[in-house]
């Protein structure tokens, strides 16, 4: 373990601006969200590193609070009062994120395979959207922490504009 989150010396850097890339709406957004996820990453990999596997609620809290201290601070350990719609998608009523997300927690400690597991995280933490603001940069990083953790590269997912 101690090897592999070692040599990651570019790790936060790279791992920093793609993430930042991929949501920023303009310049000012990019060096927000590369300043928070810069200082976001040395954290995940210091939970690694002391054998913290992602696998509890509370960890999404302290991801939001340094990937968007803006909006944490509007919540503060609550996930978001307000209906989203993220396109054409209606994201679950507020007051079923908490069950949601618990339950997600608890499946998520249930499945073996760790690919599976990453993926079902993203998945179920897009379609859920607890937060505000943040979810996507906060479930890529849990998602990087899962796969990370269990000695996997980091990966990058990407939304793909489809040509209708």
Not at 22 to 34: C, D, G, P, R, S
Not at 147 to 159: D, E, G, S
Request: net charge positive; proline share 4%; aromatic share 10%.
């Amino acid at each position: 373990m101690d090897t592999f989150t070692d040599s990651t010396n570019n790790l936060t850097e790279l791992l920093s601006i793609k993430n930042a890339q991929m949501e920023a709406q303009n310049e000012v957004e990019l060096k927000t969200n590369h300043k928070n996820l810069y200082k976001t990453i040395p954290y995940v990999l210091s939970e690694i590193k002391i054998d913290i596997p992602f696998n509890k609620e509370i960890q999404l809290f302290q991801l939001l609070r340094l990937l968007s201290p803006e909006s944490y601070l509007l919540h503060l350990n609550r996930y978001r009062d307000t209906l989203v719609m993220v396109g054409h998608y209606i994201c679950p009523e507020f007051e079923k994120i908490q069950a949601l997300v618990s339950q997600l927690i608890y499946n998520l400690n249930h499945i073996p395979h760790l690919i599976i597991k990453a993926i079902y995280l993203h998945h179920q933490l897009i379609r859920i959207h607890p937060f505000e603001d943040g979810n996507g940069r906060a479930t890529r990083i849990a998602e990087n922490w899962i796969l990370m953790y269990n000695l996997y590269a980091p990966t990058y997912i990407k939304n793909k504009k489809r040509n209708m």
